[in-house]
């Protein structure tokens, strides 16, 4: 008999409604554009430091090729879940609380694959990372999402989550700082976020991959405030605070009732993290506080300098508690984020993300990125001058 099914057919209902990202159709443009200048990446300009690389490549020639622990390698489990313990006061067990993973990314897809049953709830606060809501659709979830507030400099209103809780309501996965906005949040706010989880028994997923690239104040940790721990998915890893994205490298650290069901998945899923990028980030611990610092240093003189460049352009734009992002206001141009963007990279080749990519209260903004040179940061901001002058 002639098998007649489409080629769509054979696709999961689930992979055909998940939408692409919204960047997607800008950086097809980008690409196409080789003088463009782009402000549009969500990674660090800045290559691996050398010593980490090496660490690396050393764990190669040594014959560290081969699978490692399910969990990572327990020196590498041992460092992070010290440090943790150093830094905020909580200890994770490097046995049974801590999973080193392929990237934030998998630790998130992780947590929420061992969380959620079809229909069951994550609170989400828009403008948020891209994979967000598709992380939340694709496992039959439901993200809900509540807004922050663009006159607090998009901080979120632990009242709006209060008021978004449902008895559907499974997990509230929080990003600080954010990106988009690079908004972060103070101990008042997170004990607000806190209490709202330990009143109605809700896990925090908890991203703080930004958490290094944090300016003027200290950076915390919800999992540190007292009753946390025992609620908490602490999601964080490699790619930002070392420049580290290609190598792929996060952990997810939780109370073992938690961490079990992850693992079994990431067995099934992942066998490990990659054997190499382990020994590279081992090195980035022991010896990468000053790379990190000196990285920092660096972003905080261009977010000085970018924020200042778009308020002198007439563009409203606060100054961002951490990350490498600034989210400035563009609704006084009177088009929509989508419009200013690419009529900004057609007519000036400089590629920025219409804030609506983040979520629909990213109406009005634009993220743009400041992980590139002093140099395009300049350039760029010399050309987006002169777009909203013409406009
Ligand atoms: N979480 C946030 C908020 C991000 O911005 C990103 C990357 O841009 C990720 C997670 C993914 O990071 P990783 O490279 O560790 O998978």
């Keep these: 008999m002639k098998n007649t099914k489409s080629p769509e057919s054979l696709i999961s209902t689930t992979a055909r409604e998940v939408p692409p990202s919204a960047i997607r159709e800008f950086f097809d443009i980008v690409y196409s554009m080789p003088d463009c200048i782009s402000l549009g990446v ?44 150093s830094r905020f006061g909580i200890g994770y ?9 392929l990237g934030v990314s998998q630790a998130l897809d992780l947590a ?19 994979s967000y809501k598709a992380n939340i659709s694709i496992l039959h979830g439901v993200p809900v999402a509540v807004q922050a507030d663009p006159s607090d400099g998009f901080r979120i209103d632990p009242e709006k989550i209060r008021a978004a809780v449902t008895p559907r309501t499974k997990a509230i996965l929080l990003n600080y700082p954010s990106n988009p ?40 940790s919800i999992a540190a405030l007292p009753g946390m721990k025992e609620r908490t998915v602490y999601l964080n ?19 073992d009732y938690l961490i079990a069901p992850m693992l079994k998945i990431h067995q099934y899923t992942a066998l490990c993290a990659p054997t190499m990028a382990q020994y590279a980030a081992i090195e980035a611990i022991e010896k990468g506080e000053k790379d990190v610092r000196s990285m920092k240093n660096e972003y905080f003189k261009r977010r000085n300098y970018i924020v200042t460049r778009f308020n002198d352009a007439g563009l409203k734009c606060h100054y961002p508690d951490g990350a490498f ?23 000036k080749k400089v590629a920025v993300v219409p804030g609506t990519a983040f979520g629909a209260v990213g109406e009005g903004y634009i993220r743009c990125s400041y992980a590139t040179s002093m140099e395009n940061i300049t350039n760029a901001l010399d050309r987006i001058a002169e777009y909203v002058r013409e406009l």
Excluded at 204 to 214: C, F, H, K, P, R
């Design 112 to 130: 929420l694959r061992s969380i959620i049953n079809p229909g069951d709830e994550i609170i989400i606060v828009e403008p948020c990372y891209v």
């Design 181 to 220: 906005t690079g908004a972060s949040l103070d101990r008042h706010a997170l004990e607000k976020i806190a209490a709202v989880a330990v009143e109605n028994n809700l896990l925090v997923l908890s991203d703080e991959i930004y958490s290094a690239i944090t300016y003027e104040n200290e950076h915390l």
């Design 325 to 347: 992002y600034v989210f400035p206001e563009i609704s006084s141009c009177g088009m929509t984020s989508r419009d200013f963007a690419l009529g900004l990279l057609k007519s």
């Design 237 to 255: 890893g490699f790619s930002k605070s070392h420049a580290m994205t290609g190598w792929r490298l996060g952990y997810v650290m939780a109370p």
């Design 93 to 101: 067990s490097p046995e049974d609380e801590i999973i080193i993973t």
């Design 42 to 85: 969500g990674e660090p300009d800045f290559n691996t430091p050398w010593r980490i690389s090496d660490s690396g490549i050393y764990s190669i020639k040594d014959g560290n090729t081969h699978y490692t622990s399910n969990k990572g390698l327990l020196e590498l489990r041992k460092l992070i879940t010290s440090g943790f313990e």
